[in-house]
């Protein structure tokens, strides 16, 4: 099968030149007990794969990336009775083991297990499978490595889906729309008659602006430096965008005192500052991006029991993915998640490299990949 491969990472840019994705022919692996083999459809790019190229994110290399993808099943392994090959399946970046203490509480995106196993570049069911075709070992990414025709993932990876769901829509479900929208729904709980702030205008944070939207009366101001960007926010449901520099006067203008919910998309510390100056006394931070490790906050500790306010971490948008996938997308077939807004393109996986370019840019919201 076809692989993108990362053998080094934190090359120079323009990836297009440094070229750190590599296509190279690994043998298909079979799933062993526990396990399916995926007929990967398509794939799509995110920033979580820019942070383990530019080294913002350490991964045991070589790596066959990518994480959030669609495809049917091709094959079972032993003990995997309740899926059938020929279905369709969503991807999910952690698999839950279903016995760990988040599992048992009921937050399986936090599962223990998964994220050890997504660690070291392995399964949740075992060591990793992949082999080069001189038998090096080629390490999983978060459990699925999308960026190949064929996938082995555990079970508890894969999320069956109607087939009337195209594979461009529901691609863009197992990452982006779990994140953005999980965001606001599970760990924000936005409100009836709240006002929300999205910071940063990729996929993850459009999704967040579709979900506020679905929510009565809210109040949405979607901020990002990319005009093209502003004007997709609206399209998505905003209320109103602005450039960053332009934040506190739109909520001056459409929240009063401050917002009681803010996304932060970005993945940057001084963003998640400038959120948290934005809030209303009772408002949360929900912290979304992925930041360098070695960045830092500086705030005043008084604002959290002086104010009431909450910074929030939110992992996969505190999802329960055999949940949560199912009914976003019915949300989607009722026209109230617009997602296909959000499908730049549909390119082979050679444009790969390229492609880091145009999302590191933001020339790009989602491009999708066919595992020609």
Same mark, same amino acid.
């Given at each position: 099968?076809?692989s993108a491969l990362l053998r080094t990472s934190g090359l120079s840019w323009p990836y297009s030149e440094s070229a750190p994705l590599t296509l190279e022919r690994l043998? =298909?692996?079979?799933?062993?007990?526990?396990? =399916?083999?995926?007929?990967?459809? !398509?794939?799509?790019?995110?920033?979580?794969?820019?942070?383990?190229?530019?080294?913002?994110?350490?991964?045991?290399?070589?790596?066959?990336?990518?994480?959030?993808?669609?495809?049917?099943?091709?094959?079972?392994?032993?003990?995997?009775?309740?899926?059938?090959?020929?279905?369709?399946?969503?991807?999910?970046?952690?698999?839950?083991?279903? +016995?760990?203490?988040?599992?048992?509480? +009921?937050?399986?995106?936090?599962?223990?297990?998964?994220?050890?196993? %997504?660690?070291? +570049?392995?399964?949740?069911?075992?060591?990793?499978?992949?082999?080069?075709?001189?038998?090096?070992?080629? %390490?999983?990414?978060?459990?699925?490595?999308?960026f190949s025709q064929y996938a082995v993932v555990a079970r508890e990876s894969a999320v069956v889906i109607e087939r009337d769901v195209p594979f461009d829509v529901a691609?863009?479900?197992?990452?982006?729309?779990?994140? +953005?929208?999980?965001?606001?729904?599970?760990?924000?709980?936005?409100?009836?008659?709240?006002?929300?702030?999205?910071?940063?205008?990729?996929?993850?944070?459009?999704?967040?602006?579709?979900?506020?939207?679905?929510?009565?009366?809210?109040?949405?101001?979607?901020?990002?430096?990319?005009?093209?960007?502003?004007?997709?926010?609206?399209?998505?449901?905003?209320?109103?965008? *602005?450039?960053?520099?332009?934040?506190?006067?739109?909520?001056?203008?459409?929240? *009063?005192?401050? =917002?009681?919910?803010?996304?932060?998309?970005?993945? %940057?510390?001084? =963003?998640?500052?400038?959120?948290?100056?934005?809030?209303? !006394?009772?408002?949360?931070?929900?912290?979304?991006?992925?930041?360098?490790?070695?960045?830092?906050?500086?705030?005043?500790?008084?604002?959290?029991?002086?104010?009431?306010?909450?910074?929030?971490?939110?992992?996969?948008?505190?999802?329960?993915?055999?949940?949560?996938?199912?009914?976003?997308l019915d949300m989607w077939r009722a026209g109230r998640l617009p997602v296909e807004l959000l499908h730049t393109d549909t390119r082979p996986l050679c444009d790969l %490299?390229?492609?880091?370019?145009?999302?590191?840019? *933001?020339?790009?919201?989602? !491009?999708?990949?066919?595992?020609?």
């Open positions: 099968m076809l043998p =298909v692996p079979s799933p062993r007990a526990g396990e =399916v083999l995926v007929k990967v459809e !398509r794939a799509s790019l995110c920033h979580s794969d820019l942070s383990v190229i530019d080294a913002s994110r350490i991964r045991p290399l070589p790596m066959a990336l990518g994480h959030e993808a669609a495809g049917t099943i091709a094959a079972l392994g032993a003990d995997v009775d309740d899926v059938h090959v020929g279905d369709h399946v969503v991807l999910v970046f952690v698999p839950s083991c279903g +016995g760990c203490r988040a599992c048992l509480a +009921g937050r399986p995106a936090l599962c223990h297990r998964g994220a050890a196993s %997504n660690n070291t +570049g392995d399964l949740l069911h075992g060591d990793a499978v992949l082999r080069s075709e001189t038998g090096e070992r080629v %390490n999983h990414h978060l459990g699925v490595s999308a691609a863009m479900f197992g990452c982006a729309a779990l994140t +953005g929208i999980g965001a606001v729904l599970n760990t924000g709980q936005l409100a009836a008659g709240q006002s929300v702030i999205v910071f940063g205008l990729g996929a993850v944070g459009l999704m967040a602006v579709m979900a506020a939207a679905q929510v009565a009366g809210t109040t949405i101001i979607a901020i990002d430096p990319l005009p093209d960007k502003q004007d997709l926010a609206l399209r998505c449901g905003a209320t109103a965008a *602005g450039t960053p520099d332009q934040a506190v006067a739109l909520v001056a203008e459409h929240a *009063g005192d401050g =917002v009681d919910l803010a996304i932060e998309a970005v993945g %940057n510390s001084r =963003v998640m500052e400038a959120c948290l100056a934005l809030l209303t !006394r009772g408002g949360a931070l929900v912290s979304v991006g992925l930041p360098h490790p070695d960045q830092t906050i500086t705030t005043s500790a008084l604002q959290f029991a002086g104010m009431g306010r909450r910074l929030l971490g939110c992992y996969m948008g505190d999802s329960v993915p055999s949940r949560d996938i199912p009914a976003y %490299n390229e492609s880091l370019d145009a999302l590191a840019e *933001g020339r790009v919201v989602r !491009r999708l990949f066919t595992m020609a």
